[in-house]
């Protein structure tokens, strides 16, 4: 590849066709205006929004608590598990529009334990909604349940346990929520816990907080991925530990940008972690709060940081090796990705 090549800015359409994974998506964050009121309708709950239009007027966030606040209140529509099918269902369509073909989703059991919707009612509408994109779209998917990390390690130990009969319906745990104040070794046995059933670990890290919470998350928590971790360039010794070990982060910009994290887009660490090397993959977040899902993140983020052709197939690669995908699925994507880029005229 030459210099003349990698510099090569790619047009949206070769953006938008790309094969890519998802990494970093709350599901409960997929949530539309349109079916969190059809749902309310559905269940006779009452919103505190007269509309669509008014809701999505709320969708203006100073931090990440500000969101939070917004997006627990959304979540109390979902009661059953025709809705939590519904609500997935509706994510993996738009996913397979995108060119999506794995996905790893998080869900947030405590949210929906805390108002008495039954953890077997959560995970099996998650679970059928899963089965339907692998059989009809062929795509990878799986689900990562999140520890809320503004709750204490006995609650997130509750869950786990409540989890334990339904270990072949996800494939690891990992830790949200408020960042500031609740630093990852708070849940260092739960996650040693989560280990010795055979779980993945991850954890969000370095999105608000500091470049030491990456630390802890890696060292405490024995985290395989870090969920954001765009504060890693403040700390040069961090960042390369990063790239020896790849450890992988997934990125979502246009969440970064809803949630004030970068004055704007154009100030993003992204070219920062790709210069360097590290494994960085693009991700949605929570899409239906923070304007667009995945192609709508690579499109937004190539425009404002003026990223090439060669970064796009690199995040996409990125994606398929940071996932957790057997090796014969991940050697798929990898094939998939090659006759993309060779039948759209790179290399
Ligand atoms: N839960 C949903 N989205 C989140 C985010 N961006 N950070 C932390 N917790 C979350
Ligand atoms: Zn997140």
Not at 32 to 55: C, H, K, Q, T, W
Not at 187 to 209: D, I, K, Y
Request: hydrophobic share 40%; proline share 5%.
């Amino acid at each position: 590849m030459t210099a003349t090549a990698s510099a090569e800015r790619p047009d949206a359409s070769f953006l938008r066709g790309l094969p890519k994974a998802e990494l970093h998506l709350h599901i409960e964050g997929s949530l539309e205006p349109e079916l969190m009121f059809a749902l309310a309708e559905r269940n006779g709950i009452a919103l505190p929004y007269s509309s669509v239009d008014e809701l999505r007027r709320a969708y203006d966030f100073s931090n990440l608590q500000s969101f939070l606040d917004i997006y627990y209140a959304g979540a109390s529509v979902l009661r059953t598990e025709q809705d939590f099918h519904d609500m997935a269902w509706a994510y993996f369509q738009r996913a397979h529009a995108d060119n999506v073909i794995h996905a790893e989703l998080f869900f947030d059991p405590q949210t929906h334990t805390a108002r008495g919707v039954a953890f077997e009612t959560v995970i099996a509408g998650l679970d059928s909604a899963l089965q339907r994109a692998r059989s009809e779209f062929g795509m990878g998917a799986e689900l990562i349940m999140c520890f809320l990390r503004h709750l204490s390690e006995a609650e997130a130990f509750e869950t786990l346990e409540q989890a334990e009969p339904h270990l072949g319906k996800f494939i690891g745990v990992g830790l949200d929520s408020s960042e500031v104040g609740h630093p990852p070794e708070k849940f260092r046995q739960v996650f040693a816990r989560a280990g010795q059933l055979g779980l993945h670990r991850v954890a969000h890290a370095g999105e608000e907080g500091p470049p030491a919470y990456i630390w802890s998350a890696l060292d405490e928590l024995h985290a395989e991925r870090i969920d954001h971790g765009v504060q890693a360039p403040k700390d040069a010794t961090l960042m390369q530990r990063l790239v020896a070990e790849r450890i992988p982060l997934t990125v979502c910009p246009l969440s970064n940008q809803k949630l004030c994290v970068f004055p704007d887009l154009r100030q993003h660490s992204l070219p920062q972690l790709l210069d360097a090397g590290v494994v960085a993959t693009l991700n949605s977040d929570d899409p239906a709060y923070f304007g667009g899902y995945m192609n709508q993140n690579f499109v937004e983020t190539f425009d404002a940081l003026g990223l090439g052709r060669e970064q796009a197939i690199t995040l996409a690669r990125n994606s398929f090796e940071a996932s957790f995908a057997d090796a014969a699925h991940r050697r798929r994507y990898f094939d998939r990705l090659q006759e993309y880029v060779a039948q759209s005229g790179a290399q």
